[in-house]
Every structure is written in C-alpha cells, then in structure tokens.
C-alpha cells in the first residue's frame, strides 16, 4: 500500500471514529447442552421459532 493511499484511510477512519465489533460462539454438546460466550459491546441474543 502506498503512503498516500494510507494517509487518505487514515483520514476517513479518524472522521468515522472508533470501530465497535461483538463475537458471539455457542457450543452444543451432547446435543442437550448450550454453552454461549459472548465478546463486546452488544448481547447475545437466542429465540426458538
């Protein structure tokens, strides 16, 4: 990547500001239990339809 490249990306995130990401994993074992972590800003949400 190029420097000028870089510097016009640098200037745009600065504008957007800080970036905000959530991971969520579930494991099921044994097909009867549920284990949910979660990492971030956001909840982990879980519906039955």
Do not use: C, E, P
């Amino acid at each position: 990547m190029n420097a000028y490249r870089y510097a016009v990306m640098l200037q745009q995130s600065l504008k957007l500001g800080k970036g905000r990401s959530t991971a969520v994993t579930w494991i099921l074992i044994d097909g009867q239990k549920l284990v949910v972590a979660n990492v971030g800003d956001s909840r982990a949400v879980m519906s039955i339809v």
